[in-house]
Nanobody
Framework: QVQLVESGGGLVQAGGSLRLSCAAS????????MGWYRQAPGKQRELVAI???????NYADSVKGRFTISRDNAKNTVYLQMNSLKPEDTAVYYC???????????????WGQGTQVTVSS
């Protein structure tokens, strides 16, 4: 079984910074993509940033240039450095990972429980 646990959320003022962490644990053969998604009240969950084990990254246009996703493969951990935060960044942020638990198993998607990020004006 695989678990993803996020940490690092909190309350910051506009223009501030926050760093989120997500550690994957359990039976893991390999992890392909890891990423961050967010969901604001009344809105659908949306992609924030993703990264592959090979280091390729992709960002939502709304966060490009402000957020940076990084990954420590040895620790099965993904990070999201958030700078120049805006009130519209307020949301619950969820960690996501596509994981193989054995060589011949298909990739399965796992989600963390979410961590709240609130940006005040």
């Amino acid at each position: 079984q695989v678990q993803l646990v996020e940490s690092g959320g909190g309350l910051v003022q506009a223009g501030g910074s926050l760093r989120l962490s997500c550690a994957a644990s359990g039976i893991i053969f390999s992890i392909n993509g890891m990423g961050w998604y967010r969901q604001a009240p009344g809105k659908q969950r949306e992609l924030v940033a993703i990264t592959t084990s090979g280091g390729r990254t992709n960002y939502a246009d709304s966060v490009k240039g402000r957020f940076t996703i990084s990954r420590d493969n040895a620790k099965n951990t993904v990070y999201l450095q958030m700078n120049s935060l805006k009130p519209e960044d307020t949301a619950v942020y969820y960690c996501n990972a596509d994981v193989r638990t054995a060589r011949e198993y298909s990739l399965l998607t796992y989600w963390g429980q979410g961590t709240q990020v609130t940006v005040s004006s």
